[in-house]
């Protein structure tokens, strides 16, 4: 049912080799999407292409680097060579400190660090969507999906920059939405919460719903939004969290 | 077929956006349990879906009558033996219903009374009928329609305090509902082309809804691929909540 509510759009989706993003990428190509598969993992990033190919979807891999607008640049250059039109971009390249081994409390996060987080998370975001703007005002369509967070909407001890950054990515969202409603370009955020990526982590303790969520399930929000389906929804920032926000479980 | 064998329970059916996710609901595969204040309408849009193969039956419920929700409930499981999906649906802006053009300050507070209790008072009566059910059976789905009238506020008290409640009604449905497998989301639609007035109100967009729309999103989330969303309000509204300068 369904299968091919994405079919010929092209999308990028950043930040795909693993988790989320490649979930976003593995589903948007069996719902019939050309993905652009961008990671700085650019072997992982090519695993994922693989996989795609492998059950006949199709779908490139890129290694452009989020934070450098020039790589950015190339990217969306080198996918518009390839496939002609960019549909969809979802910004799904981001993360914490705990990428460098540095989660801390605020007073304890040093300023490179923080920056990097601001950088990759905050910029990235912005880089990108700058990258296919043009792109998508001059065939007023566009669909652009952002990852938010949880922590974006509720913060997260040891994780304030990352949270800051996820919070300013919603309040892009909901700006860029004002701005391009006018040509026709969707813009919604995406806010999961509690996604099992480390398995090693009691997820029973976190959620309402008792278990934390599969990338698979933020990607199937994401390929909803992505659709035709939901084209009077832009704005907003859905929560895919296990009920998460609801306050602490008793 | 995403709601193969399901039943699901809905207010407000007869017209709008209930009849249109009954229709789209039953097309899927679900059993759908037709209920609306006009009795005859829900019996004739139960009819109707019949007619196109569907499983259908109608029940004349007023929402504020909670004999009439309880006997529905009773019904939808007599004749199916589960509920799978409860949309609370009906409701409506009181002032425009009865055609009060008034200020707030001068309106009277029967108008109010009807507001407060079709908009939020009966859907917390369909989720105390159902609830019981849904927690022996250890799954299924509560979706509240809010409005984005209670996001933004509008100039209708009563209304907007209802909308607003169903978001809070949501999420307590949903934590009393989680250990045993049941979720709770609520809907807030923009203007939706279920009246032609509805193509006046701004939007980012630029236009209001078809009702189709509001129920791609209401199936997405009755869905088993939304088995991690619960508690939350997902706005549909053409960017109209988030404001600024037109």
């Known amino acids: 049912m369904g299968a091919q509510k994405l079919q010929d759009r092209v999308a990028i989706v950043t930040g795909a080799a693993r988790g989320i993003g490649r979930a976003i990428a593995l589903r948007f190509a069996a719902d019939g999407a050309v993905v652009a598969v961008d990671d700085i993992d650019v072997e992982g990033a090519g695993a994922v292409v693989g996989e795609i190919v492998a059950d006949g979807g199709r779908a490139a891999a890129y290694d452009a680097d989020v934070t450098d607008s020039e790589q950015v640049r190339a990217m969306v250059d080198a996918v518009l060579g390839h496939f002609g039109k960019v549909d969809i971009l979802v910004n799904n390249a981001g993360g914490g400190a705990a990428l460098l081994g540095k989660t801390a409390p605020f007073r304890d996060q040093t300023e490179d660090v923080r920056r990097w987080v601001v950088d990759l998370n905050l910029h990235g975001t912005m880089i990108c969507t700058h990258a296919v703007l043009d792109h998508m005002i001059e065939r007023t369509y566009g669909k652009i999906i952002n990852l938010g967070s949880i922590a974006g909407v509720s913060g997260l001890p040891n994780w304030a920059v990352y949270s800051a950054a996820k919070g300013a990515i919603i309040a892009l969202t909901k700006t860029l939405a004002m701005e391009l409603g006018e040509f026709g370009i969707n813009v919604n955020c995406i806010s999961p919460g509690a996604i099992g990526c480390q398995p090693e982590r009691d997820w029973t303790r976190w959620t309402w719903l008792r278990r934390g969520g599969e990338p698979a399930e933020v990607a199937a929000m994401a390929a909803f939004l992505a659709s035709d389906e939901a084209d009077y929804i832009t704005g907003v920032n859905y929560l895919v969290d296990g009920g998460r926000t609801l306050g602490p479980l008793r | ?246």
Not at chain 2, 93 to 110: D, K, T, W, Y
Request: aromatic share 6%; charged share 20%; proline share 3%.
């Open chain 2, 1 to 246: 077929m995403r709601f193969a064998d399901r039943v699901a329970i809905l207010s407000g059916a007869a017209s709008g956006i209930g009849l249109e996710t009954a229709r789209r609901l039953a097309a899927e595969g679900a059993r759908v349990v037709l209920t609306d204040v006009d009795g005859d309408a829900a019996d004739a849009a139960a009819r109707q879906l019949c007619a196109e193969g569907a499983e259908a039956i109608g029940a004349q419920v007023d929402v504020r009558r909670y004999d009439q929700v309880q006997a529905a409930v009773a019904l939808a499981i007599d004749r199916y033996a589960r509920v799978d999906i409860l949309l609370n649906c009906a409701g409506g802006n009181s002032a425009r219903v009865f055609g009060r053009s008034v200020p707030f300050h001068e309106l009277e507070v029967e108008v109010i009374d009807w507001g407060l209790d079709v908009n939020l008072k009966g859907a917390v009566y369909f989720c105390h009928a159902v609830l019981g059910q849904m927690i022996r059976q250890e799954s299924g789905v509560v979706i509240n329609m809010g409005s984005v009238d209670g996001v933004t506020g509008c100039a209708s008290p009563d209304y907007s305090a209802a909308k607003s409640g169903m978001i809070g009604l949501t999420k307590s449905i949903a934590i009393i509902g989680a250990p045993h497998g049941v979720r709770a989301c609520c809907v807030s639609p923009g203007p939706v082309l279920t009246r032609p007035a509805m193509a006046k109100m701004k939007t980012r967009l630029g236009r209001a809804a078809e009702p189709e729309e509001i129920a791609n999103l209401i199936l997405y989330l009755c869905s088993d691929e939304a088995a991690f969303i619960t508690g939350a309000n997902y706005l549909i509204d053409g960017g109209r909540s988030i404001g600024g300068p037109y």
